[in-house]
């Protein structure tokens, strides 16, 4: 603008430092922006791809957040039904402790019949536990078949289940249920020495496919505490990576936000001496 003539229409200095303040006030607004929210990526116009990506990972944090809390809910099904099985370990173990002491001759008759009351309450028992286990409402055994859940445990990229059994897993399981229920209709209990015999070579059986069956419980929720260290060590390292994408940098910004302030300052005092310039025009009239 060098040769500018003296104008009281326009004043192009006062218009140019308005411009340069119009941005400086952007960019003095966007680093507060920055620093009350602590996000370099305020808005799309900050960082289009940036975003997209953070977003894209956000995504896949939360996906395995929920993942988490899927693994936890298979650990607390397969605790239920170790917590119902150990009940009925201890159940069988009662039985062979009558059945054996029913088998010997030191015992009378009439003793056998007592100990007979006491076996077919535990069975009774074995029974109700069996029918009362349940994961919301879902019982977890039956003799028929084994009960499956698959845990879904993938982000939004990827699709991955873990698959839990409770019976039938590595050939334990129902079999168990079906000695039991072997030992308790079968044959007439241990009222006699020849029932009581039976009775128990069906109940040692039935403690060992119970221990099997909880054996491979135990290593499914195994794998799905493993599992759940696994995924939050991923959602940790995704969540740095959105950080380094997103997160702004606290010195920086503090350091921009004091250039855009001294530029504030610079231009509205730039302004009010353009503004004055024109008045001086006014001198020439006296």
Do not use: C, H, P
């Amino acid at each position: 603008m060098a040769g500018q003539a003296f104008s009281v229409l326009n004043s192009f200095s006062s218009m140019q430092a308005q411009k340069d303040l119009y941005f400086t006030n952007i960019g003095l607004n966007k680093t507060l922006g920055k620093l009350s929210s602590g996000k370099r990526i305020v808005e799309a116009a900050d960082d289009a791809a940036g975003l997209a990506i953070a977003s894209s990972l956000r995504a896949d944090a939360l996906a395995l957040d929920q993942a988490v809390r899927n693994a936890n809910d298979g650990i607390a099904i397969v605790q239920i039904a170790d917590g119902a099985l150990s009940k009925l370990n201890d159940l069988l173990l009662r039985g062979v402790t009558l059945a054996e002491q029913a088998a010997s001759d030191t015992v009378g008759s009439d003793e056998k019949a007592t100990l007979d009351v006491e076996y077919r309450q535990i069975m009774n028992e074995l029974d109700r536990v069996v029918s009362v286990a349940n994961f919301k409402g879902e019982r977890l055994f039956s003799v028929s078949q084994a009960f499956t859940k698959g845990v879904y445990v993938g982000d939004t990229q990827f699709t991955s289940f873990i698959t839990i059994s409770i019976g039938g897993a590595q050939g334990a399981g129902t079999s168990a249920l079906g000695l039991a229920n072997a030992a308790r209709t079968s044959f007439s209990g241990i009222a006699t020495q020849s029932a009581a015999i039976t009775t128990l070579g069906l109940l040692k059986d039935a403690v060992a496919s119970i221990s099997r069956w909880r054996g491979a419980l135990g290593a499914q929720q195994n794998r799905l505490v493993n599992a759940v260290g696994i995924i939050q060590v991923q959602g940790l390292n995704i969540r740095a990576a959105e950080s380094a994408i997103t997160d702004a940098n606290m010195a920086e910004e503090i350091v921009s936000m004091t250039k855009w302030q001294i530029l504030m300052q610079s231009g509205m005092s730039s302004l009010a001496q353009a503004n004055a310039s024109s008045q001086m025009v006014l001198q020439l009239l006296r």
